[in-house]
């Protein structure tokens, strides 16, 4: 069997790919072969389009909506996810991509207690309980990326709180590393830049003061694209980087340098 017919039978598991740098991600895998499931928040025709994308590459994917904030919706989605696999001919999945996110932009003074729940609640607890769930599915050798952020290393007021918990996922990350190498699967962090998505209300993409200035403090000069993102997922998933482990990757062309 040649790597490429192997590579057709993997699967992944992308949490908010239905647009984004999710969305990118899903398709670049379909590219090299890979299947995937993926969740959605709430627009189903975005998660439709999606798919089409992903088939229109040759290969199947299958949405599923979730609320990754809701950790007790969890339990029903692994079923849903048991389903899914089924219909794409398998019992487990290979990769394990932690992207749904949400954005905030509120000074520490102001910030409410219902606003760092709803962080923690997405992009740390749902996280870590996502994947616990998820563990029984996922197939030794398997990988877990978790997607983290720029501002873990630089601050930018506003960003407080959603940048803790970016910095508490690498460090989550690590211990997935450590306690999951029984099983051979690795876990790493990618931390992409300011990206021009709909992400923040599209703030970096629709703003030509706030592009501008991303700009400007980016080595490559410019701000990042989707198209920077995905594939250096779906190669960091591929086996040629099987030895790379605990580690946090920023992919964003040189911010702050």
Same mark, same amino acid.
């Given at each position: 069997?040649?790597?490429?017919?192997?590579?057709?039978?993997?699967?992944?598991?992308?949490?908010?790919?239905?647009?984004?740098?999710?969305?990118?991600?899903? $398709?670049?895998?379909?590219?090299?072969?890979?299947?995937?499931?993926?969740?959605?928040?709430?627009?189903?025709?975005? *998660?439709? *389009?999606?798919?089409?994308?992903?088939?229109?590459?040759?290969?199947?994917? $299958?949405?599923?909506?979730?609320?990754?904030?809701?950790?007790? *919706?969890?339990?029903?989605?692994?079923?849903?996810?048991?389903?899914?696999?089924?219909?794409?001919?398998?019992?487990?999945?290979?990769?394990?991509?932690?992207?749904?996110?949400?954005?905030?932009?509120?000074?520490?003074?102001?910030?409410?207690?219902?606003? $760092?729940?709803?962080?923690?609640?997405?992009?740390?607890?749902?996280?870590?309980?996502?994947?616990?769930?998820?563990?029984?599915?996922?197939?030794?050798?398997?990988?877990?990326?978790?997607?983290?952020?720029?501002?873990?290393?630089?601050?930018?007021?506003?960003?407080?709180?959603?940048?803790?918990?970016?910095?508490?996922?690498?460090?989550?990350?690590?211990?997935?590393?450590?306690?999951?190498?029984?099983?051979?699967?690795?876990?790493?962090? /990618?931390?992409?830049?300011?990206?021009?998505?709909?992400?923040?209300?599209?703030?970096?993409?629709?703003?030509?003061?706030?592009?501008?200035?991303?700009?400007?403090?980016? *080595?490559? =000069?410019? /701000?990042? $694209?989707?198209?920077?993102?995905?594939?250096?997922?779906?190669?960091?998933?591929?086996?040629?980087?099987?030895?790379?482990?605990?580690?946090?990757?920023?992919?964003? =062309?040189?911010?702050?340098?």
């Amino acid at each position: 069997m040649t790597a490429s017919q192997d590579t057709t039978r993997r699967i992944a598991i992308v949490t908010g790919g239905s647009r984004g740098l999710g969305r990118n991600t899903i $398709v670049n895998l379909a590219r090299r072969g890979v299947g995937s499931i993926f969740t959605y928040h709430s627009n189903e025709a975005e *998660a439709r *389009a999606a798919a089409d994308a992903v088939a229109a590459e040759g290969a199947k994917a $299958v949405a599923i909506q979730l609320d990754t904030g809701d950790a007790a *919706a969890f339990d029903g989605f692994v079923g849903q996810v048991r389903q899914a696999l089924a219909s794409l001919g398998a019992e487990r999945f290979d990769y394990l991509v932690n992207n749904a996110g949400t954005s905030h932009h509120t000074p520490i003074a102001e910030t409410t207690e219902a606003q $760092v729940d709803a962080l923690y609640n997405v992009h740390f607890k749902g996280v870590f309980f996502l994947t616990q769930k998820l563990l029984p599915l996922i197939n030794d050798g398997g990988r877990i990326i978790n997607l983290s952020s720029g501002l873990t290393r630089f601050a930018m007021p506003g960003s407080a709180p959603y940048a803790a918990m970016k910095g508490a996922i690498e460090v989550l990350t690590r211990y997935f590393a450590k306690e999951f190498a029984a099983r051979g699967i690795t876990a790493n962090t /990618v931390a992409p830049g300011a990206i021009a998505t709909d992400f923040s209300g599209g703030m970096v993409r629709d703003n030509p003061e706030v592009n501008k200035r991303v700009a400007e403090f980016t *080595a490559l =000069g410019r /701000v990042g $694209v989707p198209d920077d993102i995905g594939p250096m997922i779906a190669s960091l998933l591929a086996e040629e980087n099987r030895w790379v482990n605990g580690q946090r990757i920023e992919v964003s =062309g040189g911010m702050m340098l």
